[in-house]
């Protein structure tokens, strides 16, 4: 009787001792929700051009560490909607495993873990310089005198007068450091500190002028994120996608603005809370909303539960 409770007493010790050591493994490879990254090097890259909807992924060139969780080099984290995606995929060109320095937040939703550009640089490969090639030493006679080599150009005996005449010339070259030399600028500049202007810049000036509105037709506006404060509304599902913030109009007749919601751990906590009650919970939400090809998305930050005089009890 001793030995069974002895074995039920250990079993009970051991299990919870395991579990938690396998939530802290699997924690591992998972980064904290709200953490930022700061100038990490990665490559952008597509999934499958032919899917829908159209996912792109960062791949990270080096490990990433919060402290608590790391994620190796080569792991690739899914990019959420945003205008920073926009301008990256625009930037890219199509070009798939282009390399950017990225800046933004890592999110987690459902043991996945998702980030949210906020800024970029484009990063191009360098190649390195070729090293020049070393020249051929002259060999020497016994008495020190260089001696030319086959492949070497024949010297040409120079005449004392014309060696004198170099040298003076040489001599009488004015030096950088030479307070008394006269710079000579260019033509250009003169005209233009005179408040002319050459023919060849109008050109220049013309032809950068129709370049940057050649770019601008290819690469359209992209609107800027703004922040969200406080507004009231409902945690709806739709039958397709996922799940989107749809603003109270409080009995007003107006048309009802909804926000797709971008996966984060206030998402999971709101749908959670949500599942709880059986009617619609009103919610006062604040976060980011950002634009997509032309579809608007909210990252919620932080969301509350509004209470009125009809649920107080709740």
Request: proline residues 6%; hydrophobic residues 35%.
């Amino acid at each position: 009787m001793v030995s069974v409770i002895s074995i039920l007493v250990l079993l009970i010790s051991v299990v919870p001792t395991a579990s938690a050591l396998g939530a802290g493994t699997a924690r591992k490879d998972l980064l904290r929700d709200g953490f930022g990254l700061a100038g990490v090097d990665g490559e952008l890259v597509r999934q499958d051009s032919n899917a829908s909807p159209e996912l792109w992924f960062f791949k990270f060139a080096t490990d990433v560490n919060d402290g608590r969780g790391r994620v190796g080099a080569g792991t690739s984290l899914e990019l959420l909607p945003s205008s920073t995606l926009e301008r990256m995929t625009l930037e890219a060109g199509g070009h798939i495993g282009k390399s950017f320095k990225l800046d933004g937040r890592v999110t987690k939703y459902k043991d996945r873990n998702f980030i949210f550009p906020i800024y970029f640089l484009p990063l191009a490969k360098t190649r390195r310089p070729k090293s020049p090639s070393l020249q051929e030493p002259r060999e020497q006679t016994k008495e020190g005198q260089p001696v030319e080599s086959p492949n070497s150009a024949p010297m040409k005996e120079v005449p004392e007068a014309n060696l004198s005449a170099e040298s003076g010339k040489r001599q009488h070259k004015p030096t950088i450091d030479d307070p008394d030399d006269e710079l000579h600028a260019p033509q250009e500049i003169v005209e233009i500190l005179n408040g002319g202007r050459t023919e060849a810049l109008m050109r220049r000036d013309s032809k950068t002028v129709k370049g940057i509105r050649t770019e601008r037709a290819k690469h359209p506006a992209v609107k800027r994120d703004f922040v969200l404060v406080d507004r009231s509304g409902f945690l709806c599902k739709q039958d397709k996608g996922g799940p989107v913030f749809s603003f109270d109009a409080l009995g007003r007749n107006i048309q009802q603005v909804s926000l797709r919601l971008l996966p984060c751990e206030t998402l999971e906590r709101t749908e959670r809370q949500q599942s709880a009650e059986v009617d619609p919970v009103r919610f006062k939400i604040a976060g980011i909303v950002t634009e997509y090809k032309g579809n608007h998305y909210l990252l919620p930050e932080r969301a509350v539960q509004a209470y009125g005089h009809e649920n107080f009890g709740r």
